[in-house]
């Protein structure tokens, strides 16, 4: 007989910092899950990925069993980290850009990001990152 799912949870958490505390702490305790049994699983499987964000999402059965999996970073995190800045442009389309992606950076995130995106190809996913990148006030060459 299959498992009822209960709830799904998406978070995004810190790669290799899950703790007890929210909002990991006040997703699952609600579920009556064990959240020092996630925290540690999911610190040992992202500990590698270095000071990025991960997104999580964990389907809770009605047994209070769960799994999750975890997703590539936002596409916004990709372009910050790729570039070398902190943040975006405070006024994104009004001239003030923060830097400038290249369309071999672009292809990059695309690849790394095409899983988690609803994009067919990688070209499509280069548009999609490309929209995110001009909403955060970079510049996309057109070498």
Same mark, same amino acid.
Not at 105 to 125: F, G, T, W
């Given at each position: 007989? /299959?498992?009822?799912? @209960? =709830?799904?949870i998406k978070l995004q958490i810190p790669a290799g910092k899950a703790n007890p505390a929210p909002p990991v702490g006040t997703a699952l305790g609600p579920q009556g899950l064990n959240i020092m049994?996630?925290? &540690?699983?999911? *610190?040992? @499987?992202?500990?590698?990925? +270095? *000071?990025?964000?991960? /997104?999580?999402?964990?389907?809770?059965?009605?047994?209070? =069993?769960?799994?999750?999996? =975890?997703?590539?970073? /936002?596409?916004? *995190?990709?372009?910050? #980290?790729?570039?070398?800045?902190?943040?975006? %442009?405070? &006024? /994104? +389309?009004?001239?003030? =850009?923060?830097?400038?992606? %290249?369309?071999?950076?672009?292809?990059?995130?695309?690849?790394?990001?095409?899983?988690?995106?609803?994009?067919?190809?990688?070209?499509?996913?280069?548009?999609?990152?490309? +929209? #995110?990148?001009?909403?955060?006030?970079?510049?996309?060459?057109?070498?």
């Amino acid at each position: 007989m /299959p498992k009822v799912v @209960k =709830t799904i949870i998406k978070l995004q958490i810190p790669a290799g910092k899950a703790n007890p505390a929210p909002p990991v702490g006040t997703a699952l305790g609600p579920q009556g899950l064990n959240i020092m049994e996630f925290c &540690t699983d999911f *610190n040992q @499987k992202t500990a590698h990925l +270095g *000071n990025v964000v991960v /997104p999580v999402e964990m389907t809770v059965f009605e047994d209070r =069993t769960y799994t999750y999996i =975890t997703k590539q970073p /936002p596409a916004a *995190n990709l372009i910050l #980290t790729e570039l070398g800045i902190e943040k975006g %442009s405070q &006024t /994104p +389309g009004k001239g003030a =850009t923060v830097g400038k992606l %290249s369309q071999a950076q672009l292809k990059k995130i695309a690849e790394q990001k095409l899983p988690d995106l609803s994009a067919r190809d990688v070209d499509a996913a280069m548009k999609v990152i490309e +929209g #995110t990148a001009r909403g955060m006030g970079v510049e996309i060459a057109k070498d």
